[in-house]
């Protein structure tokens, strides 16, 4: 679990960014303020949860009244009409809390949901499912803990740390073996170095200059086999390029130790998760 410090901040300016200056002007326009309610959420298709954390801040910033009751953890599987919170407090503050309590919920669970679809097509194979840093600004860490929610694995968090010489870096240093070397004076003995190749040639390089880790970039499923061969466990391979839940299973039976996809964290469809009134609460 992610300790509320590094939530809260997201949180809370998800919060201000829809209050704005003058507050939930309806909710306090239309209910009255000593009214109580009881509300759920409730999945509205199968999937996999995460963020029930950020979720319950957004209400309980809202008001510290309100108390919310899991029915499921993250990493738990839902079905459709599945009830995965019972939340019950002040109406008004539940009601001002609403959507950006789903906002994170659906967003988070909707990427949990897809990185398990992904996990479940290399299930059998020894190669682990990553993500990469291609996420929403501000909200990494939450987006890195929904993957873990799913079932797979982080990347870097950040480009402090390790090193990870892409083609334009390859291409400003000079090529493959001054980048490493250049990589290899900088870098402190705690940092792993990875190096991005094309080719099976730029990969036989940079395995005689020496490196932590090689991302296989966009090859396919005969060639990543070679490629493990040249390799023969002197490094860390990593799978990356257009991989989708149809093509992981070969690029993963290709042998490689980690297959990263940028789109579990840019482009993972929200889970649909609704909010419904139960009941006036005592």
Not at 95 to 103: F, M, Q
Not at 222 to 240: H, K, Y
Not at 263 to 280: E, F, K, N, Q
């Amino acid at each position: 679990m992610l300790p509320h410090l590094i939530i809260e901040p997201a949180v809370r300016r998800a919060l201000e960014e829809d209050l704005g200056l003058a507050g939930d002007i309806t909710a306090n326009a239309v209910i009255p303020a000593g009214h109580r309610s009881t509300v759920v959420m409730a999945a509205r298709r199968r999937g996999v949860i995460a963020g029930l954390d950020a979720a319950e801040l957004a209400f309980t910033l809202v008001d510290p009244a309100i108390v919310m009751t899991r029915h499921v953890a993250d990493g738990d599987k839902v079905e459709a009409g599945d009830i995965v919170a019972t939340v019950t407090g002040p109406s008004r503050g539940l009601l001002t809390g609403e959507r950006t309590a789903l906002n994170f919920l659906g967003h988070l669970s909707g990427i949990a949901t897809v990185t398990a679809g992904v996990v479940a097509a290399v299930e059998g194979t020894d190669a682990a499912i990553v993500c990469t840093r291609k996420t929403t600004p501000g909200l990494r860490a939450l987006e890195k803990y929904a993957v873990k929610a799913g079932g797979g694995g982080n990347h870097r968090f950040s480009l402090a740390d390790a090193v990870l010489i892409k083609d334009n870096h390859i291409a400003i240093a000079g090529g493959i073996r001054p980048a490493l070397q250049a990589a290899k004076r900088h870098a402190g003995h705690m940092v792993k170095i990875e190096i991005e190749v094309d080719t099976l040639d730029q990969l036989r390089e940079a395995m005689d200059e020496g490196v932590d880790a090689v991302l296989l970039d966009n090859m396919s499923p005969e060639t990543l086999t070679e490629a493990v061969s040249i390799v023969a466990g002197r490094a860390i391979t990593e799978a990356s390029g257009g991989i989708t839940p149809e093509t992981a299973g070969a690029v993963a039976r290709a042998g490689v130790d980690l297959i990263s996809i940028g789109w579990l964290t840019h482009s993972a469809p929200v889970l649909d998760i609704g909010l419904d009134y139960r009941t006036a609460a005592a």
